[in-house]
């Protein structure tokens, strides 16, 4: 039960640091920002789990 819940830890880790990566790099922000942007994207796939939006987070982040 604790291998199964570490992998879930580490894949939404993985996902988190996925989406915030190009995030930080595309608004250019220092890395110091980081904790931030991974709570930001932790807050974004949360509301794109619970509703439909048919455009990605980054396309509601930045507006395109």
Request: glycine fraction near 4%.
């Amino acid at each position: 039960m604790f291998i199964l819940k570490n992998r879930l830890v580490e894949s939404l880790l993985k996902c988190l640091k996925l989406v915030a990566r190009p995030l930080l790099m595309r608004a250019n922000l220092p890395m110091v920002t980081w904790g931030y942007a991974i709570f930001h994207v932790a807050v974004l796939i949360h509301i794109k789990l619970i509703s439909y939006h048919k455009y990605s987070i980054m396309q509601l982040v930045f507006g395109h």
